[in-house]
């Protein structure tokens, strides 16, 4: 069984670039998180997929967005890069219904110069 | 606002002996709690977790435990292991395939 796996590990971009952050889920997930982790705090929920529907939003602004496809892997994007979205990007899938866990990849890791 | 709080940014503890991390929330309607452990360069690995109905959940070396009343959660890890040295951060979900809220991590290092 594969478990989460996420691309790039690590990426360098300018204030101001965009930036695509890929991630494929367990074998068998169909939901989908994203998390966001700042140097010395925890996870902090950006937005949540489900069956290629967004399904919760956490208290990041419209220039963060995401996708999930048919096969339940997701994308997320980030426009007009600023120096504060430097930070480790977590991924994690779950197998949806009523199920509380949720399994990570190991992040990418996210510089804005 | 922190709904999670995780008080002790860092713990030191010899090998053996017993490893406990705490855990204190804000939010009533929280109903499930988990346990993650993370080690640098990786990401965070599910640990344990424990229902709200439930005051403790056991596996293996590793032991949580919940107070409602007193909305507080704690990690036992006996024997502790040198390999247990990482980053422990307590979680809380309102239900299934909700996003968790997350502390901000306790640094647990033991020391041979």
Redesign the interface.
């Known amino acids: 069984e594969t478990g989460v796996t996420q691309s790039p590990t690590h990426l360098i971009k300018t204030r101001g670039q965009q930036v695509t952050l890929r991630c494929s889920s367990q074998s068998g997930h169909n939901t989908v998180s994203w998390y966001q982790q700042a140097l010395g705090q925890g996870p902090q929920f950006i937005f949540q997929y489900y069956r290629e529907e967004e399904n919760g939003r956490g208290n990041f602004p419209p220039r963060f967005s995401g996708l999930q496809f048919p096969n339940y892997s997701s994308e997320l994007n980030v426009n007009a890069l600023e120096l504060d979205d430097s930070a480790l990007y977590l991924c994690a899938s779950s197998p949806g219904g009523s199920s509380y866990e949720q399994y990570f990849g190991p992040g990418t890791r996210l510089t804005v110069t | 606002d922190q709904q999670?709080k995780?008080n002790s940014p860092s713990l030191s503890v010899q090998e053996g002996r017993i490893s406990i991390l705490n855990c204190d929330y804000t939010n009533s309607m929280f109903d499930?709690f988990?346990w993650?452990k993370k080690y640098p360069?990786?990401?965070?690995?599910?640990l344990i977790?424990i229902s709200s109905i439930k005051d403790k959940n056991e596996d293996g070396r590793f032991t949580v435990f919940l107070n409602k009343s007193a909305k507080h959660l704690s990690l036992h890890i006996v024997p502790s292991q040198p390999g247990d040295s990482a980053v422990y951060?307590c979680?809380a979900?309102y239900?299934?395939?909700?996003?968790?809220?997350?502390?901000?991590?306790t640094r647990l290092s033991v020391i041979a």
Request: glycine share 16%.
């Open positions: 999670v995780q499930y988990l993650y360069a990786e990401g965070p690995t599910f977790s951060f979680a979900s239900s299934g395939n909700t996003p968790l809220v997350f502390g901000k991590g």
